[in-house]
């Protein structure tokens, strides 16, 4: 887990509130991701940043938004839009630039579990 | 498209034996395959990858994966089991095609080693 850190460790959030998960890394990765995880499904892709000030959408985007306005920071907003949030969601980064950047592995945080109340 | 599979949610030995977790994956160009492992309420921690080269990668902690091109598998093993291998696994893949960042992870295997 060294290099990423997410706070808060445990969150719980009454329905119709957003609520605003944090990642934070110091490895000076370009890429950050977010990813849900759920029994029994594996990891989810939310959203993923290759640049600052740029994001694409991942597999399950609907409900959450993303910020990427520092290389070190990629924050998560549960929306209250998102229909069912409780969820162990996971950071992660990884390398982009130089030659063979596509193979690099990503590197997680502690992760977040999230609590709808 | 990408896909990767693990076949088995969960995978029961006894300490010392050998130990296999499998994997199989589907993709458009060349694969670049991944192994990670997760302890309870944690995040995912890197075990091994393939990339080129060697069928055989070796990895963390003792661990290592066979490439296996002809059945698109890359089982992960471990020669001798030990009680604290006892964790969540996940095998994942990148296509060679796909966008740079986008990796695809299986469902995780649960792997119990009892004393």
């Known amino acids: 887990d060294g290099g990423i850190t997410q706070s808060p460790k445990y969150l719980f959030r009454k329905e119709g509130q957003n609520v605003t998960l944090s990642c934070e890394q110091n490895?000076?990765?370009?890429?950050m991701y977010w990813y849900r995880q759920d029994p029994g499904q594996g990891l989810r892709l939310i959203y993923y940043?290759?640049?600052?000030?740029?994001?694409q959408k991942g597999d399950i985007a609907e409900g959450y938004s993303v910020s990427r306005e520092k290389k070190e920071s990629f924050p998560l907003t549960v929306t209250s839009a998102q229909k069912n949030p409780t969820a162990f969601y996971l950071c992660?980064?990884?390398?982009?630039?130089?030659?063979?950047?596509?193979?690099?592995?990503?590197?997680f945080g502690p992760g977040t579990r999230l609590t709808v109340l | 498209a990408q896909s990767v599979a693990q076949p088995e949610d969960q995978v029961n030995v006894a300490e010392g034996n050998p130990l296999t977790v499998k994997c199989t994956y589907s993709?458009?160009?060349?694969?670049?395959l991944f192994w990670y492992v997760q302890y309870p309420n944690r995040g995912l921690q890197f075990l091994l990858k393939?990339?080129?080269?060697?069928?055989l990668v070796k990895g963390s902690y003792g661990f290592e994966a066979e490439f296996n091109k002809s059945q698109t598998s890359f089982h992960l093993k471990k020669p001798s089991a030990l009680v604290s291998d006892s964790a969540l696994y996940f095998c994942?893949?990148?296509?060679?095609?796909?966008?740079?960042?986008?990796?695809?992870f299986g469902s995780g295997t649960r792997l119990s080693i009892r004393p």
């Open positions: 393939y990339i080129t080269g060697d069928n």
């Open positions: 490895l000076n990765h370009d890429a």
């Open positions: 992660a980064s990884s390398i982009v630039r130089g030659t063979g950047s596509s193979y690099n592995e990503q590197f």
């Open positions: 994942a893949v990148r296509d060679s095609y796909s966008s740079a960042s986008k990796i695809i």
């Open positions: 993709v458009s160009g060349n694969p670049y």
């Open positions: 940043s290759q640049i600052v000030n740029d994001f």
